[in-house]
């Protein structure tokens, strides 16, 4: 009998913890995350015209990369459902000369204000571990609706796949059960997650942030 794939449920308002930590996360994301953004905006490979989208784009760090790759020919957008992330995205964007290139919105990737068809890549970085177990497939499918038919994704996330015996992730796992306002993520089957939502696999990579944590980068067509 194969072995049942269990993931633990989230509890918590994501909303008001982002808010909270905004500030924080915008001093450590620049040191422990660059490496992992440049592997996965490069593997977005964005080309000069195209219209992309990141989702839950935090402080819109990456979002100046994806901006820039777009082109003038192009444009990008954001969606975040925190207000507090929202505005230090707009204040980077208008710093970098990049506010015309970038619309943002303050949002909920389950119900996405976009047209079906108009994206050619979306890209999610420790987003998906967020949502509840059940709005997981429900992202993925928005997500395959506001993507072209060839459009591509890329998903970093922490995955329990390969790594169900991992010290770091079990307690991780620990840390989201006892203080699920502060871990608000755990470990997901990354991949199956993506197959089961109808997403074809191009694609997958794995790197340690900040040299401790597994973080899998997949890349997967609509
Ligand atoms: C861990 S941070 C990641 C930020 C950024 N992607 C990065 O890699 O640094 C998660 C982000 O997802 C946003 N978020 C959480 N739930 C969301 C939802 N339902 N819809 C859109 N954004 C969401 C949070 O506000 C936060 O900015």
Redesign the pocket.
């Known amino acids: 009998m194969p072995e049942k794939k269990e993931i633990l449920r989230v509890k918590g308002e ?2 008001e913890t ?1 808010g909270k930590i ?1 500030k924080i ?1 915008a001093t450590l ?1 620049g040191k422990f ?1 660059k490496r992992l ?1 440049e592997r996965g905006v490069e593997y977005l490979d964005i080309q000069k015209g195209e219209t992309v989208l ?6 819109g ?2 979002l100046v990369e994806i901006a820039k790759s777009v082109g003038e020919t192009g444009k990008a957008y954001g ?4 207000p507090e ?1 929202v505005e230090l995205a707009r204040r980077r964007l208008e710093m970098e000369g990049l506010g015309r290139r970038v619309e943002l919105s303050e ?4 119900n996405m204000p976009y047209e079906d068809n108009m994206f050619n890549a979306v890209y ?4 998906l571990e ?2 509840d177990t059940p709005d997981i497939p429900k ?1 993925l499918k928005e997500i395959k609706r506001v993507l072209k038919s060839d459009g591509r994704l890329v998903v ?1 996330s922490i995955p329990k796949e390969d790594h169900e015996n991992s010290i770091v992730l079990r307690l991780y796992e620990w840390a989201h059960r006892k203080f699920p306002k502060y871990a608000s ?1 755990r470990p997901i089957y990354v991949e199956d997650s993506l197959r089961d939502a109808g997403y074809n696999l191009i694609r997958t990579d794995e790197m340690l942030m900040a040299k401790l944590f597994p973080m899998k980068i997949v890349v997967a067509k609509s």
């Open positions: 994501i909303k982002y905004s996360y994301e995350e953004r990141e989702i839950g784009f935090g402080t760090i990456t969606i975040d459902v925190t992330m949002g909920d990737a389950r999610m970085a420790a987003v967020l949502f992202v970093v993520c």
